[in-house]
Every structure is written in structure tokens, then in C-alpha cells.
């Protein structure tokens, strides 16, 4: 055999090999090549569609936190309106509470100090009777003489 048979023969294998690789073959890989790069397409798709929804959760969350932060802060508020207005009734009740107890122990000062008074102006007529009994050297009557004695008192 020559170099031009052999070539010839390897060129016809070639080309069978070629023919057997475009008919059988390469179809196959093909279609596995297709079917991956779709895979990766929707891998790709689906990154940006989940990107996409990330930024609207963030967002979204972002939008939660900011009201729950003014809720809080309404609330806080709110707390310490409440408070301010417990102190100021605690203050207005306890001012009123003080006065009522100034006014109830001036009355009751009042009323001892009246009858001290008036027990001591019985005691300074008992005294006055006895003195002028003894100036007298006899016996007042004391009933007798109660609208003097009380006339007396009165006067001291």
C-alpha cells in the first residue's frame, strides 16, 4: 500500500468518525450543553429575582423597624405623659391633703385652746371665790352667785 491509500483510507475514517460524531454524538452534547446553559440562565434568573426580593424584604423591613421605632417612641411618650400627670395629681392631692390637715389641727387647736380657756377661767373663779371668801371671811355661795361668777370669767 502506498502513502496515498493509507491517507486515504485515514481520511475516510476521519470522516466517518466525523459523520458518526455529528450524527450520534454531538446531539447528545449539544442538548446536555443547552439543557445546562438553561440550568445556569435560570440559576441567574433566580439570583435576580431573590436579589430583587431581598431588596424589597430589607426595604420592606427597613419600613417595620422605623414604625416600631416611632411606635416606641409614642409609647415612651405617652409613659411619661402619664407619669408627669400622676406626679402633678399626686402633687395637687397631696397639697390638697396638707391644707385639709392644716385646717383640721388649726380647728383643733382652736378647740383646745377654747377650753383652756374656759377651763381656766372656772379655775381663776373657783380662785377669785375662795380670795373673796377669805377677804370676806365667809362662805360665797357659788350657785348663788354663778351669773357674777360668769360675768367674771368673761371679763379675764
Not at 430583587?52 to 416606641?72: G, P, R, V, Y
Request: aromatic share 4%; charged share 30%.
Amino acid at each position: 500500500m502506498s502513502i496515498n491509500v493509507t491517507l486515504f483510507v485515514q481520511m475516510l475514517v476521519f470522516l466517518l468518525l466525523v459523520w458518526f460524531i455529528m450524527s450520534f454524538v454531538w446531539p447528545l452534547l449539544a442538548a446536555a450543553m443547552e439543557e445546562r446553559e438553561k440550568k445556569i440562565a435560570d440559576g441567574l434568573a433566580a439570583a435576580s429575582k431573590g436579589e430583587d426580593s431581598l431588596n424589597i424584604a430589607k426595604t420592606e423591613a427597613d419600613k417595620l423597624i422605623e414604625k416600631a421605632k416611632f411606635q416606641a417612641r409614642e409609647i415612651i411618650d405617652q409613659g411619661n405623659s402619664r407619669a408627669n400627670s400622676i406626679i402633678e395629681e399626686g402633687r395637687t392631692e397631696g397639697a390638697a391633703e396638707r391644707q385639709r390637715l392644716i385646717e383640721k389641727a388649726n380647728s383643733e387647736i382652736q378647740i383646745e385652746t377654747n377650753k383652756a380657756r374656759d377651763d381656766l377661767r372656772t379655775e381663776v373663779s373657783s380662785l377669785v371665790v375662795l380670795g373673796a371668801s377669805k377677804v370676806i371671811n365667809k362662805e360665797i355661795d357659788a350657785s348663788k352667785h354663778k351669773d357674777l361668777l360668769d360675768q367674771l370669767a368673761a371679763e379675764l
